[in-house]
């Protein structure tokens, strides 16, 4: 699977974005989507993940300011992100696994990667 993710940008805090991350066909029945964040000098770590029946899982951080979603006849994976924080920057990336995610798994569970999309709060 190919993906390729846009959308960041820089905002203010309490401000607003959406991110988009394209895929190639996905060819299997249960895919694993999901988003990652990773900081200067800091491991990266999962956001948010979404099922193929769109089941959606969120690390605390980012939940109730967070949704990910999808549009499978388009291929896209959204990830709207609201009310931001200047700890919510970060380069921000998508990624697609065969199966369920059962959660939020980890970076190792995931097959296929996009290049990344840098988001910064700053005022």
């Known amino acids: 699977v190919q993906l390729r993710e846009s959308g960041g940008g820089s905002v203010q805090p309490g401000g607003s974005l959406r991110l988009e991350c394209t895929y190639s066909q996905i060819t299997y029945n249960n895919a694993c989507m999901g988003w990652f964040r990773q900081s200067p000098g800091k491991a990266r770590e999962t956001v948010a993940s979404i099922e193929s029946d769109g089941t959606d899982t969120y690390r605390g951080a980012v939940r109730g300011r967070f949704t990910i979603s999808k549009d499978d006849a388009r291929n896209i994976l959204y990830l709207e992100m609201n009310n931001l924080f200047p700890e919510d920057t970060a380069t921000y990336y998508c990624?697609?696994?065969?199966?369920?995610?059962?959660?939020?798994?980890?970076?190792?569970?995931?097959?296929?990667w996009g290049q990344g999309t840098q988001v910064t709060v700053s005022s």
């Open positions: 990624a697609a696994a065969y199966g369920y995610c059962l959660g939020l798994p980890m970076e190792s569970r995931y097959d296929s």
